[in-house]
């Protein structure tokens, strides 16, 4: 059964640092996505990553996957109070599944 | 351009009560189609997906059941409510296993059982 974990769950960080949020998972697959989540509201997507050393890079976040190591990294540079919010990895299941799987959540708040 | 309607946005519901949440897929054919749950505790809970016209793959055995009368409607169901229905309601499509797959969501609902 895949499972998805992230960590840290909570991250609460001053406006201007760098801080990296990890994604593991249990059992090799392919596309593993990113997605962030706004008080009361629905999820949007940020990122697809779709192979082993994939990077997409929008603003100040950055992504990458190691289908090797089984990991994602969400990487913030410089945060900013805007980029507070719940990010979610997810993965999709075995064998060509359709389902994902989505880890627990990080819940980022960037303070002034 | 593809567009996601989910309704209602929000409802409060007495125990024992039923639901209907519908979801609707505009601007594209053959989605796949996703119910997943957010309970206060912030993960998401996939409860149902739909690759097709009466292909519904349960994940999570409960109260509630699916159903896909057309190709681009979701809607979720129960007969009896629990307190534990409770929770953030998302519907989402994707466009099948080529390409992607991206899931987009629709802006849920919100269910209160009193």
């Known amino acids: 059964e895949l499972k998805v974990e992230q960590n840290p769950l909570f991250l609460s960080m001053q406006e201007g640092k760098n801080y990296t949020i990890y994604c593991n998972y249990s059992?090799?697959?392919?596309?593993l996505y990113w997605y962030r989540q706004d008080p009361g509201k629905s999820l949007e997507s940020l990122f697809v990553l779709l192979s082993n050393g994939a990077v997409k890079q929008e603003g100040r976040l950055m992504a990458s996957l190691d289908t090797k190591a089984r990991l994602s990294t969400l990487h913030i540079t410089a945060a900013v109070h805007d980029l507070s919010a719940t990010y979610f990895c997810a993965r999709r299941g075995q064998g060509g599944s359709e389902k994902l799987v989505f880890g627990k959540g990080t819940k980022l708040t960037v303070n002034p | 351009s593809q567009t996601i309607h989910q309704w209602p946005a929000t409802l409060v519901q007495p125990v024992g009560s039923p639901l209907s949440l519908e979801c609707t897929v505009e601007?594209?054919?053959?989605?796949?189609l996703y119910w997943y749950r957010q309970a206060a505790g912030r993960g998401l809970q996939l409860l149902f997906y739909s690759v097709g016209i009466g292909q519904i793959s349960s994940e999570v055995p409960q109260n509630l059941s699916a159903s896909r009368p057309q190709d681009r409607q979701f809607i979720l169901s129960s007969k009896k409510l629990l307190l534990s229905d409770s929770g953030f309601y998302l519907c989402?499509?994707?466009?099948?296993?080529?390409?992607?797959?991206?899931?987009?969501f629709g802006a849920g609902s919100r269910l209160t059982v009193l």
């Open positions: 059992t090799t697959s392919d596309r």
């Open positions: 601007g594209t054919s053959n989605p796949n």
């Open positions: 989402a499509w994707s466009q099948g296993s080529s390409g992607a797959n991206v899931l987009t």
